[in-house]
């Protein structure tokens, strides 16, 4: 019997970094499904497939093999491509392509697949409302635009980029009216969804809520070792 936490949200909500800590202490498996959708951007990019040629993406998803190992590395078609679909030319395309309806099937077959008898901690965008609409816990994780721009700054600082605020907040607001109003599992917060705000709450702060709201769920079959 699996056990699922879903952790949905919009971009720079923290959702990454929540998620493998929240994974680390309670042993769940960390699937970041956001990761899924980069692969298929970077496979498309490496075989110079346009975002309009529905025939060439359903060749490329009827070959495509993407893993996510228990250490995080990410595998596509063989090749280590954690790093890679971090980029920018990944960055610009994988929201559009997270809009194709044969993209979006065919991850969702992958996705399940990935959570098969495993206890899992899952984040991504429609989570709780399309992937597992049963899962044992629900999270919608969420901060202002504003504080995930300046989030999404600092965390460009540590990496050596310099960008601008206006530029990132316009950005961030851009991509969640995208994620949001597309026609496909939109990004939305399932109706039985816990809303945690984490605009004024550090790191810390977060992973102790999210680990107080799954071990209220009280599952049986599920013994949780919190303590390492
Ligand atoms: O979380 P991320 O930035 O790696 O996600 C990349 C893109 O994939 C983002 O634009 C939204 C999309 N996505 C999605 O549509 N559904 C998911 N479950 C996860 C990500």
Redesign the pocket.
């Known amino acids: 019997m699996s056990f699922i936490v879903a952790i949905?949200g919009p971009?720079?909500a923290g959702?990454?970094t929540i998620t493998k800590l929240v994974g680390e202490k309670l042993g769940l498996i960390n699937i970041?499904?956001?990761?899924?959708?980069?692969c298929v951007?970077l496979n498309m990019i490496k075989e110079n497939v346009d975002i309009t040629d529905e025939a060439k993406i359903k060749e490329i998803l009827k070959k495509i093999n993407i893993e996510i190992r228990p250490n995080g590395e990410i595998f596509l078609n063989n090749e280590k491509v954690t790093k890679r679909?971090?980029e920018n030319d990944v960055?610009n395309l994988?929201?559009p392509?997270?809009?194709i309806r044969i993209v979006?099937e065919k991850?969702l077959d992958i996705?399940r697949k990935m959570a098969e008898g495993k206890n899992v901690i899952?984040?991504?965008?429609?989570?709780g409302t399309?992937?597992f609409p049963n899962a044992d816990v629900k999270i919608y994780l969420d901060a202002t635009p504003e504080e995930r721009a300046r989030r999404r700054v600092l965390q460009n600082e540590e990496k050596g980029i310099v960008s601008s605020y206006e530029e990132v907040l316009e950005n961030i607001k851009d991509?969640d009216k995208?994620?949001s109003t597309?026609e496909i599992?939109?990004?939305k917060k399932a109706d039985d969804a816990i809303y945690v705000d984490s605009t004024n709450l550090n790191i810390e702060q977060v992973v102790e809520k999210i680990i107080g709201i799954i071990n209220d769920k009280n599952i049986v079959n599920f013994e949780f070792d919190s303590n390492n």
């Open positions: 949905d971009a720079g959702k990454g970041d499904t956001g990761a899924t959708f980069r951007a679909i971090r960055n994988v929201s392509v997270s809009t979006r991850l996705q899952m984040e991504g965008r429609d989570i399309t992937v991509r995208r994620d597309r599992a939109p990004l």
